[in-house]
């Protein structure tokens, strides 16, 4: 099994307000196949945690973070995966067992909260991410926003060693993150389509996304991140803090978004990073 580093806590107004969801993707040693456990873990059973979905896939989905909205979990397969097997038979690191998909497209699984089957979006391929941002639940489906990259993000891509001590290569690498909102459609006369819309720049490095908690599985209109490449700039290290607003001034959050110029924090030779 791989868990998630980024559990969420549910806001809906079921008994299971509060309680502490997260998802467990898994490779079965006997077999190709893998799949998503989803469970939650409540104040009053601390040292339980109770099932509230499952699915089997292809290959099981690297989901560093993941997303929540009242009806669903969120939860993307890119298409970069962790090869289990490979650490258990070659002994290798995390980072050296990923491997690429090789499945046509990438998949969005939409998971209910009520148990009920899973519904799969397939997306374009390829597609990689790093943490989400939001979602929420719309009349006809989920807005789901989250930090892509144009390659795997977790084996040896950003998180690269060498980058602390090579500048020119730190400096030269193309791996943008670009924040995207994908608008998920279950149902209605679109059922089964979904759209993507840019929310930050591609020419610029935007990830550790933040959002005010209390607009955690709604419509929101700010999110916080860290930017590198900040200016734009030749240099990794030329950092801010960005702001980036969705929403025209004085309105409210809707699923529709008004990309607003973005607002920063930067100081020469600060290095700010997840800002909270």
């Given amino acids: 099994p791989l868990g998630s580093a980024h559990p ?65 979990v969120v939860v993307p397969h890119q298409t970069c995966y962790a090869d289990t097997k490979l650490m258990f038979k070659d002994n290798v690191y995390l980072v050296d067992a990923f491997r690429e998909s090789e499945e046509e497209s990438a998949t969005i699984m939409l998971a209910p909260l009520d148990g009920s089957e899973p519904i799969a979006f397939h997306i374009e391929a390829p597609f990689y991410y790093t943490h989400v941002v939001n979602a929420f639940d719309t009349e006809d489906g989920v807005v789901f926003d989250v930090v892509t990259f144009n390659r795997c993000a977790f084996n040896g891509g950003v998180i690269v060693r ?22 998920l459609h279950t149902t209605g006369e679109k059922r089964g389509q979904y759209e993507v819309t840019d929310l930050s720049q591609s020419n610029v490095y935007t990830d550790f996304t933040r959002i005010n908690d209390k607009a955690q599985s709604k419509p929101y209109c700010h999110y916080y991140a860290a930017e590198n490449f900040h200016g734009p700039s030749d240099l990794y290290g030329s950092m801010a803090v960005v702001k980036q607003s969705l929403c025209a001034p004085g309105a409210e959050a809707s699923i529709s978004v008004e990309v607003q110029p973005p607002v920063y924090w930067q100081k020469e030779n600060y290095f700010p990073g997840e800002p909270l």
């Fill in 8 to 72: 969420m806590t549910r806001v809906d107004e079921s008994t299971s307000a509060g309680c502490l969801v997260n998802i467990e993707s898994y490779q079965k040693i006997a077999g190709e196949r893998g799949g998503v456990l989803i469970y939650e873990t409540c104040a009053d059973k601390p040292d339980e945690r109770r099932e509230i979905n499952r699915y089997e896939s292809s290959y099981p989905p690297y989901a560093h973070s993941w997303g929540l909205t009242d009806t669903f």
């Fill in 162 to 183: 060498d980058y602390v001590t090579n500048p020119d290569r730190r400096n030269s690498h193309d791996f943008m993150g670009t924040t995207k909102r994908f608008v």
